[in-house]
């Protein structure tokens, strides 16, 4: 149970450090220069104008995320991989619903995209790291 708890965890930070990652690559292609981000109108207006290259990049690294986080999970506890990296893709899966529901601007292939590939990557990731 420790080992699981520990291998979600460890999926999780490497999630996360992708997504830090992403986003700085994503900051610097389409920097927000002075953007008040407690600004609701104004940040509605910058992610409204972005383009849809800017949420394909989003949507990469976000997927890649999920599958990076299932590979670690599945690699850390190998005997339980499945449990560990679908966990791992699940709860990775929750925090992307939950940045879209607090910047509720993204588009909506975007969100349907998400709801699509976050766990089959997960548990393609956990899959490969145990053959």
Sequence with gaps: MIKRILSVLAGLVAGFITISIGDGITQHLYPA?????????????????????CFAIMLSYW??????????????NPKSWLHSSLL????????????????????????????????????????LANQ
């Design 33 to 53: 220069n002075g953007l008040n981000y407690q600004d609701k109108e104004a940040l509605k207006n910058f992610i409204t104008q972005l383009p849809n290259s």
């Design 63 to 76: 997927c890649l995320s999920s599958f990076i986080g299932g590979m670690v999970a599945g690699k850390v």
């Design 88 to 127: 791992t893709g699940l709860l990775l899966l929750a925090a992307s619903i939950g940045n879209m529901v607090m910047i509720p601007y993204h588009p909506n292939w975007m969100m349907v995209s998400c709801i699509i590939f976050y766990i089959p990557l997960a548990y393609l990731g956990g899959k």
